[in-house]
């Protein structure tokens, strides 16, 4: 049974969520202000948080941006009613993993919910990916670059590990998007927001960067 922690001060669209995901055996605690949003957050564990932009106490950006800061990564759906480029992209940079726009289609909601648990939880391997410096642990989910714990979301860890599996190979922009969305990718710049935050992590610590973008192919992970 999945836990699903609901930030929203509309309890009209609060109630709707409820009704249709208990409706499918799954459990939801609820919030209808950024504080106590956070506050939950922080203080239990949650499969997944749902959690609206525009919110009293404390907006759905800072709430995100603290709980990353706090080391806490499970995966963030953001909702919102503005239907913006500028405040989709800000979501990203702040450590979402997705955003979806309302009035939503339930049924699209709860396949994106699904999809990033899914990628959240990862598949329990003994595997552990090599090359030059990078290491991924595909059992806990986790990378290092010359020892060092790289502090990725669910998303970034996914495209890291997509390029650790093919490199030197160039891995595909539409090969990327199948894994993270299963579906066409949902805005022309959310995955350049997602491949700004991995080089953030993987290569501006460093003194040589890994991570190369071909234009309008792909990328690939290279050790100079």
């Not at 709430?63 to 800000?90: F, K, Q």
């Amino acid at each position: 049974m999945h836990k699903i922690l609901l930030v929203e001060d509309n309890r009209e669209v609060a109630g709707v969520l409820f009704d249709y995901f208990e409706s499918l055996g799954m459990e939801l605690d609820y919030a209808d202000n950024g504080e106590l949003g956070l506050q939950l957050a922080l203080n239990e564990n949650f499969d997944l948080i749902l959690l609206d932009l525009m919110l009293p106490r404390m907006d759905g950006l800072t709430v995100c941006n603290s709980l990353r800061d706090a080391g806490n990564y499970t995966p963030i759906l953001m909702l919102t009613a503005l239907d913006n480029r500028e405040d989709m992209l800000n979501g990203f940079k702040h450590g979402a993993d997705d955003y979806l726009t309302k009035p939503f289609d339930l049924e699209i909601l709860e396949a994106r919910i699904k999809a990033l648990i899914k990628r959240y939880r990862g598949e329990v391997t003994q595997s552990t990916l090599s090359f030059g410096s990078l290491r991924v642990d595909q059992k806990t989910r986790q990378a290092y670059r010359e020892g060092k714990k790289l502090a990725l979301n669910p998303t970034t860890y996914t495209i890291l590990e997509q390029l650790c599996l093919k490199a030197p190979e160039i891995v595909t922009r539409r090969e990327i998007s199948e894994k993270l969305w299963q579906e066409k990718e949902p805005h022309n710049d959310v995955l350049r927001s997602h491949i700004y935050q991995l080089r953030n992590q993987l290569d501006k610590p460093f003194s040589r960067p890994m991570l190369t973008t071909l234009p309008k192919i792909g990328f690939r992970l290279e050790e100079i």
